[in-house]
């Protein structure tokens, strides 16, 4: 009995684990984590509220600096709005590290401003399905 009790709780947690977000490769770096606490609570907007304007294309003035914020604060966007590649890379090899290549090459290119390319930044992680 015990091991049959013990077999479905296995099952039940196997389940559980692989239909949440935990199969999902998690940014959980501490510089990351920090990032978007300090911006979440300087800007007054979650992530969530970011990663559903990205998707549909209606990220406003407000969301662009708050996403601005948290890649300034991870250290992939520097001080004066150029890419630090080499965070980009490190990050991109530590949770991606069959993308690096194409996030690197794709993702990673300066825009007109430090707003836009951090946008581009964004959007060409979820158009991958990797944020």
Known sequence: MFQSL???VFYLFLVGYFT???AAPKL?????QDAVVKCSKDKGIDRKTLLEALKVDQVDAKLKDYNLCILKGSG???PDGQIN???AKEFSEMFFPDKVDIIMKTCCVMKENADETALWISKCLL???LI
């Open 127 to 129: 158009n991958l399905k």
């Open 76 to 78: 992939v966007v520097e």
């Open 6 to 8: 013990f077999k479905f």
């Open 85 to 87: 590649l080499v965070a």
């Open 20 to 22: 949440s977000e935990a």
């Open 28 to 32: 959980n770096h501490p510089k990351i």
